[in-house]
Structures are given as structure tokens and as C-alpha cells.
């Protein structure tokens, strides 16, 4: 070899490493700095076409200046009836807040309820406060506190807005510690080394400051959206791609240095030649399954997509640069103070692996038939997952005062009331619409919006507003239900051209919106996978056979989930959201493990026909893409530490779903099934035709 070539074999991967410490020194802050470019506006979460989307955007136009309303609700201490004197300082301390920092406009008087046992006031806050917003709710909570004898309590979008901002508090840092040392210690008990769990966190940190680094700048350039959900997902995403994926180049680069008595540059090309087809496979399939969440109604969904996109790619980068670097650059020195050692058929040493491959090649077709059943077992329960939206009070899962506050409305106040079903519709038919809104079932008062100071209706571009206060708590079905009866009652009102809105509405929307979703994403996904599967396997059958079996997964992961979301976690409802994105992360990681298995037992074939290639590729990849899958599950069930139940029914989803699939369906109910169906299951293929 000459001098030339020697260095510039030793200098590609010294430059490759330098750049990418330069990535990581210049663009890690990224990864604590998304929280400046996020929002969590609960309207952006709304489906673009809906109806109450729609009088969402018209009631800005009855709005003299955009505010964020803060309800404040009294209780006498001990239950009892509120005294006059008591409604009197109310009025007085809401009055005093006008001008208060962050207060628009004059606080209304303290109203009683018609029990006579609460008294109830609303002040207008700026909805730009971000952080200062807790420091101004303690002050109108201080205000408040004034009146004697009574307990304060502050509910409504202001409330619920500051819980929300301190649930995804943790996400720039207690998330990522937790996911980060989750990791690193399942890498040192499970290769027993020191350097390379290391080696892999920090390819997996540059990865996520790289990810971050794009994501803020197009957010900044209002290119993409970001929320705390999607930024949470981002980084169990990028944490836990990243570390699959290093995974599965480090292990044949070990199997690669110990066949090539410790050569570092051939061992690497070796490994980089074999494993770069299927990491590329396997992230385009994640990343093309969130990008189809494109084509999705809600905002959300749409945020997720290409924020989670820029994530994989990023994860690729760093585990295709990066880590052949360092390796190339470390040796065998990277694996201390395990060695690298050569084993009989090149096969991973662990006698676990020996043992399934052997129980699978001896009986396929118990082994699949079991497994089969158990799965099918456990999706019969998918059908049970109640996925209508999630109550307001277990939108947190530990106490939030919002909640508590909302309890206490609710229980002194129509349940409907501080979120009224908004009706807009046009001026010359604004009583006609008023009074059949009133005399819907369900609906305990609607009233004109009135001008300030007149009393009069106001008017905005020839239409007016109706505030229809439900008699039930505006998270309810039956809440829902009236909002539909409301649709239909004034949607028939001649010449109203009448459009229901509101809090009520938003969920019903969001609710159908996620079903519709549902029904257009997931086929898009799963032909995305299967055309994906037939370009790197050269087949057909086993394209379609993996595909169907990592759908069966899912719907048994449904399945139990929806036992344990309702009989271990006590949730009533799952999140209308919930369904779809687990199926876009269990299916499209699911396949990954399938085609990390199938990609090394297609090269065994090529050489050993479909049997021994079969158990040589079990053998092989059983202990990197186990241990690749406990990772990943780790990661994601990371995301419990946010206490918002979005996240923990999304953590417990991927998590279960996850191992389920790396225990199950790949270790056992795939490899028995080509076993069973033998070399046609590369039809039509050349590989069908081999001995």
C-alpha cells in the first residue's frame, strides 16, 4: 500500500470525525433551544376543513383585541352559600386588576351561580405572555384571594395553557436525561463494553443537535411547526434511530474486524457494503410513513411529519459518518475490553440464538401457529380501544389546578360553562337563530354577543356571534351530541347560513377528522412499506407476508394496550390521535427489525440456500436487533416522564409494541413462517429456485 493511500485512509475518517465535533459543539444547544420556536395553542391542533375551524377564524372578527380568558371561580370554605358581601369584594378584586400587567381590558364582576354557592369572573389576559404567564395568573389568583371565607380557584384557557406549558417543561431536559442514561446503561449490560455505548449516545446526541438545528431554523421561518408533542417525539426519535441503527453497523463491523484479523479500513467497507441497504431501507420507511402524515387533516399530524423526517435522515447521517469513523480510527479498542473474535460459520457466539433457530427449523409450523395464536388472541381486544378523545380531567396525568378548577365550574355551573358552543351566522336572522339554538335539548342559554357598552348585538360583516352555554360538561358525549343536534337544528334555519363552533365542537371535529385519517393514512403507509420491502428483498410474498404480519402486531399491541389503559392506568378514553401514530411508528419500526432479519438471511441464502441461510440470519442479527429493540422501546417509554396522557398512551404503545414485535413476530412467527413455505417465499425471485 503506498504512503499516499495509507494517509488518506487514516485522515477521511480523522476529517469526518472533526466535522462532525464541530456539528456537535456548534449545534447542540439546538436541542434544548426548540422550546423558543414552539407553541402549544390548543386551536392549532384543529383539522383545517372543519366547521369549527371555520368559526374559529370568523370569530376574530369579534374581537376587539385577542385574549386569553382566565376564569375565576370562589367556593365558600366549608360548602355553604356565598354571602352579598362576599359577591361585592369579587367585583371589587377583579376590578382592581384593570391595567394590571398582562390583564386586557376590565375584568367582569364576580356572577353567583344559581345555587348561590359559587361566585364566578372572567379577566382577559395578553395570549402573548408566554413564560410570564404563570407570574400573572398568581397575581389575579392574589387579587382574588382578597375575598374572605372562600377558596380561589382559576380554570380556563389561561389555566389550562400555563398546566400545559409546565407538563412539557421537562422536555428539554428531563426527557432527554432520562432517555440518554436509559440507553447508555441497557448498552453497558448488554455488550459489556465501555467505549462503544459511548460512542453510540454521542452519535446519537450529534444526531439530535443536527435535527434540532434544521427544525429551528425552518420553524423559525415558519417552514415547519413545532409543539412540545412533536418535540418530545423528535428526540425519543432521533435518540432511538440513531442508536438502531449504529447498533446494527457496529455489529458486523465487529463480525467484519474479527474475520479480517483486525484490518480496520476493509472490515469497515466490508460492514458499510452489507449494512447501508438495509439502515437505508429501514429509515425510509420510517421516514416516508411520517411523511405520509402529510396527508392528514390535522394540524398535528402535519407538524409531525416532516419534523420527524428531518430527525431520521439526521440519525442515518450520523450512524453512516460518524460511527465509522470512530470505529475505523479505534479498532478493536472500541469493544474493550471485549474482543472481537472470529466464531465457527461466522455466527454471533450466544447460544440463546443457537437454540431458537434450532427450535424453529425443527418444528416451523408449531412455532408460527402459537405465536399466530397469541397475537390474533390479543387483537381481538383492538376493538374495545376507545378512541373518542380524551376527558379534560385526565388530559393530565398528575394533578393539574386547572383540572381541579374546571371540577369545581362544573360542579356550581351549567357543565358547559366558560366554553359555550360559538354560533356565527348571519345579522337579519341573528333572534331566529338565537331561539331555535335555545331550544335545542341540551342547551341551557344562548345569548347575542353584544357590543361593548351598548348592549346591543354586534355586528361584524353582516354577522353576529351566539354564545349556546350546554348543559353538560363540554368534554362529554353528550356535550358531542348536542353540538351535532345544534348543527342540524340551525343548519336548517332559513337564510342563517349558521356555522357551530367552540370548544365542543373543536373535539368533535378533531375526533372525525382522526378516523378520516385513519382510513386514508394507513393504506398509504403500508403500500409505501410493501414497495420499499419488494425493491431490497427481490421478492413479492415475503414482502406481503412481513407487511401483514407487523399489522398484526399492531392490532394485538391495540388490543392490550386497551386492557391496560383502562383496567391498570384508569383512562377512559385514548386520544383521538393515538391510534394513527402508533400504527405509523409500530409499523414502519416494526418492518425495520423484519428487514434487518431478512436482508442478512437473503445474503445467507444467496450462499446456503433458504434453510441455512434462514438459521445462519436468525443466529447472526438475534442478539443486535433484540437488544436494538429493548433500546428502542426504552427510548420510547421515555416519554412517560411527560405527564400529559397523549404521550404516556403513545409511550405504552410503541414500547409494548416494539418488544412484542422484536420478541415475537421476528424471533419466531417470521422465521417459522419462511421456514414452513420454504425457497418459494422468494416468488418470484431467482432465490425460489435455489437448492
Given amino acids: 500500500m503506498s504512503t499516499p493511500t495509507r494517509w488518506a485512509r487514516r485522515l477521511l475518517p480523522l476529517l469526518v470525525l472533526v466535522v462532525w465535533l464541530a456539528v456537535g459543539g456548534g449545534l447542540g444547544p439546538y436541542a434544548g433551544k426548540l422550546g423558543e420556536v414552539a407553541t402549544n395553542d390548543q386551536a392549532a391542533f384543529l383539522p383545517r376543513s372543519a366547521e369549527s375551524t371555520q368559526v374559529l377564524k370568523a370569530q376574530e372578527a369579534f374581537r376587539q383585541e385577542e385574549t386569553l380568558p382566565a376564569l375565576v371561580v370562589w367556593t365558600m370554605d366549608g360548602g355553604g352559600r356565598v354571602y352579598p358581601a362576599a359577591q361585592a369584594a369579587g367585583t371589587r378584586a377583579l376590578a382592581s386588576l384593570k391595567g394590571a400587567e398582562g390583564v386586557v381590558g376590565a375584568p367582569s364582576p364576580a356572577l353567583p351561580s344559581e345555587d348561590g354557592k359559587a361566585l364566578r369572573g372572567i379577566v382577559q389576559l395578553r395570549p402573548d405572555l408566554g413564560e410570564e404567564l404563570p407570574a400573572v395568573l398568581d397575581e389575579v389568583e392574589a387579587a382574588a384571594s ?12 389561561a389555566a389550562t395553557q400555563a398546566d400545559l406549558g409546565d407538563a412539557f417543561s421537562g422536555i428539554d431536559g428531563l426527557l432527554l436525561v432520562v432517555a440518554l442514561v436509559t440507553v447508555l446503561v441497557i448498552l453497558l449490560l448488554v455488550y459489556r463494553s465501555v467505549l462503544l455505548p459511548l460512542l453510540i449516545i454521542i452519535g446519537a446526541v450529534f444526531a439530535l ?10 420553524a423559525d421561518h415558519d417552514v415547519v411547526r413545532v409543539d412540545g408533542q412533536v418535540q418530545g417525539i423528535l428526540s425519543i426519535l432521533v435518540i432511538g434511530a440513531a442508536t438502531d441503527y449504529a447498533l446494527l453497523l457496529a455489529a458486523r463491523y465487529r463480525e467484519e474486524l474479527a474475520t479480517r484479523d483486525g484490518d480496520r479500513v476493509p472490515a469497515m467497507r466490508a460492514a458499510l457494503k452489507q449494512s447501508f441497504g438495509p439502515i437505508v431501507a429501514s429509515a425510509a420507511t420510517v421516514a416516508l410513513g411520517l411523511l405520509a402524515l402529510l396527508f392528514s387533516d ?31 480510527l479505534l479498532g478493536r479498542a472500541a469493544y474493550w475490553p471485549a474482543r472481537p473474535r472470529a466464531t465457527a460459520e461466522g455466527e454471533a457466539a450466544h447460544p440463546v440464538w443457537r437454540k431458537v433457530a434450532g427450535l424453529v427449523d425443527r418444528a416451523p409450523r408449531k412455532v408460527w401457529a402459537c405465536s399466530l395464536a397469541a397475537l390474533v388472541a390479543c387483537a381481538a381486544f383492538s376493538f374495545s380501544l376507545d378512541s373518542k378523545g380524551v376527558p379534560f380531567d385526565e388530559i393530565f396525568v398528575k394533578d393539574a389546578p386547572s383540572v381541579a378548577a374546571q371540577q369545581r365550574l362544573s360542579e356550581h355551573f351549567p357543565g358547559g360553562a366558560g366554553n359555550p358552543a360559538v354560533v356565527i351566522a348571519d345579522a337579519d336572522a341573528a333572534e331566529k337563530v338565537r331561539a331555535a339554538a335555545a331550544a335545542v335539548e341540551g342547551v341551557d342559554s344562548a345569548t347575542l354577543f353584544a357590543a361593548p357598552g351598548s348592549g346591543l348585538p354586534f355586528v361584524a360583516d353582516g ?10 360538561a363540554a368534554d362529554s358525549d353528550a356535550a358531542k351530541d348536542t353540538v351535532v343536534a345544534l348543527r342540524d337544528t340551525l343548519h336548517a334555519v332559513p337564510g342563517a347560513d349558521a356555522l357551530v363552533g367552540g370548544a365542543t365542537a373543536q373535539q368533535y371535529d378533531t375526533q372525525v377528522t382522526a ?7 394507513v393504506p398509504v403507509v403500508l403500500a409505501i412499506i410493501l414497495v420499499i420491502l419488494v425493491g431490497l428483498l427481490r421478492s413479492l410474498l415475503l414482502p406481503v407476508l412481513l407487511v401483514s404480519t407487523v399489522a398484526l402486531n399492531f392490532l394485538a399491541t391495540l388490543g392490550v394496550s386497551a386492557l391496560v389503559f383502562e383496567h391498570v392506568l384508569g383512562f377512559t378514553g385514548t386520544d383521538s390521535a393515538v391510534p394513527l401514530y402508533g400504527f ?15 436482508s442478512r438471511v437473503r445474503e445467507e441464502t444467496e450462499l446456503h440456500g433458504t434453510r441455512e441461510g434462514l438459521r445462519r440470519g436468525l443466529v447472526a442479527t438475534g ?38 414485535d422484536t420478541l415475537v413476530v421476528r424471533s419466531l412467527l417470521v422465521p417459522a413462517l419462511v421456514r414452513d413455505i420454504g425457497p418459494t417465499v422468494w416468488w418470484p425471485g431467482a432465490l425460489r429456485h435455489r437448492p
Avoid: K
Fill in 463 to 472: 354577522r353576529v356571534r351566539i354564545d349556546a352555554t350546554l348543559t353538560d
Fill in 146 to 157: 382578597a375575598v374572605p371565607g372562600t377558596e380561589v380557584w382559576l380554570a380556563g384557557p
Fill in 584 to 598: 405509523v411508528f409500530l409499523v414502519a419500526l416494526g418492518v425495520d427489525y423484519n428487514i434487518f432479519l431478512m
Fill in 515 to 521: 378516523e378520516r385519517d385513519r382510513n386514508l393514512i
Fill in 209 to 218: 443537535g443536527l435535527a434540532c438545528a434544521v427544525v429551528y431554523v425552518l
Fill in 623 to 660: 442478539g443486535v436487533i433484540t437488544s436494538a429493540g429493548v433500546v428502542l422501546a426504552a427510548t420510547f417509554a421515555a416519554l412517560g416522564v411527560i405527564p400529559l396522557a397523549f404521550l404516556v398512551q403513545i409511550a405504552f404503545i410503541v414500547a409494548f409494541g416494539v418488544l412484542l
Fill in 298 to 328: 390535522l394540524t398535528n399530524n402535519r407538524a409531525l411529519g416532516p419534523v420527524g423526517a428531518i430527525g431520521i435522515v439526521c440519525a442515518v447521517l450520523s450512524s453512516v459518518t460518524f460511527l465509522p469513523a470512530v470505529l475505523v
